[in-house]
C-alpha cells in the first residue's frame, strides 16, 4: 500500500487537478443554463471556469510537488545506505590490511611534496562505526558527539 507513495500522491495530484477542472466547466454550464433577462450569469459562469480550472492547476502544484520531495526523499535515503555501505566496506578492509585509497591517496601525496594525515586524525562514531575526519564534531551520518 505504502510502496512508491510519492508517485502516488504525484498521481492523486493530476486526478485531483482534473477532476477540479471538470466541476469548474459542468459549474459554468450549470451557471450558463440558467441565464436570462433578469438574472444574467454569463460572466459568473465565465468566472466559475477560469478561476476554478486556475485554482485546481494551481493547488495540485502543491500536491504534486509534495509528492516529488517524498521521491527524492527515497532516493537520497537510498544513496545514503550505499555510501554506508561502501564505507563499511573500505572499513574493515583498511582494518586489516591498508586500504586501496589509503595507499593511493598517500602516493599522491608523495608525488605533490604533500604529507598524508595520519590515521590519527580521524575517528570513529561509536554508535555508527562511520570514520570522520579531526575537523568534526559530530558524526556526519549520525549526528552523534565524538
Keep these: ?21 471538470i466541476a469548474s466547466v459542468c459549474g ?3 451557471l450558463w443554463t440558467q441565464n436570462s433577462r433578469y438574472t444574467p450569469t454569463i460572466l ?10 486556475l485554482g485546481s492547476w494551481i ?5 504534486y510537488g509534495f509528492g516529488q520531495l517524498i521521491e527524492n526523499t527515497d532516493n537520497i535515503h537510498t ?3 550505499e555510501i554506508q ?23 599522491m601525496s608523495k608525488r605533490w611534496g ?18 570522520n575526519s579531526k575537523y568534526v564534531d559530530r558524526c556526519i551520518n549520525c549526528d552523534t558527539r565524538r
Design 44 to 53: 459568473l459562469g465565465v468566472l466559475v471556469l477560469g478561476l476554478g480550472c
Design 114 to 131: 604533500d604529507e598524508s594525515a595520519p590515521a590519527n586524525e580521524e575517528w570513529t562514531c561509536p554508535k555508527c562505526g562511520l570514520r
Design 28 to 30: 459554468a454550464v450549470a
Design 79 to 81: 544513496d545514503n545506505m
Design 1 to 21: 500500500m505504502f510502496d512508491n507513495i510519492g508517485g502516488k500522491i504525484k498521481t492523486l495530484a493530476g486526478v485531483t487537478c482534473a477532476l477540479g477542472m
Design 85 to 107: 555501505r561502501l564505507l563499511k566496506k573500505q572499513n574493515e578492509d583498511s582494518t586489516g590490511s591498508t586500504s586501496v585509497v589509503h595507499r593511493a591517496s598517500t602516493n
Design 59 to 63: 493547488g495540485s502544484f502543491f500536491t
